[in-house]
């Protein structure tokens, strides 16, 4: 089953294990069990938190506290693999309590960051799709710059003003009028 994000948000937790790097990043994840609607950022307390995450616990329970409050279910985890796929590990499956839990993977290994959901169940590890909602992404390869979508605008403009001339030139000459008597 597919789970909805917002657009925002997902950029939101990229840029939180940007910002992060090259430590990993982590946080909660909370919504309605179809999407994914709020990402809280936590400090990640683990010894060495450039390999690995642990939540800090007490940021961990002021946050469910926050998720129960504003009537949403508490969904999943994020983290970062600052220099890896966004694959889980071998620690994050043998870390992984709660089959319940979806585990949100944030990439940077490359240029630009890469989300990929996942479904831990003791050893079995399944690929949950992820659907972005909302917004357009700006920054996406097949979207136009503003200096394109000017110019196809300037250009449809330019043909509808090319086909009113041609079109206006190949009109019959006007009837003659009969002089009134």
Known sequence: MARRIPY?????????????APKEAC????GDGRAIT???P???????PGDHFRLAPEEQL??????????????GIYHSHPRSAPIPSRMD????RDAKLLHLIVSLERAKAKLKLW??????????????EGETRADADDQFSLRHRIAVVLAGIASLLLLVAISVS??????ELAALP
């Open 27 to 30: 946080g909660l994840l909370a």
């Open 42 to 48: 936590l400090r990640n307390s683990a010894p060495s």
């Open 62 to 75: 002021a946050a469910l506290k926050e998720i129960d409050a504003d009537g949403l279910e508490w969904t």
């Open 93 to 96: 499956i043998e870390e992984a």
């Open 38 to 40: 709020r990402a809280i």
């Open 8 to 20: 925002a948000l997902a950029r939101q937790i990229a840029d939180h294990a940007q910002a992060e």
């Open 119 to 132: 479904r831990i169940d003791g050893d079995s590890v399944t690929p949950i799709d992820l659907v972005f």
């Open 170 to 175: 190949l009109l019959p000459p006007p009837p």
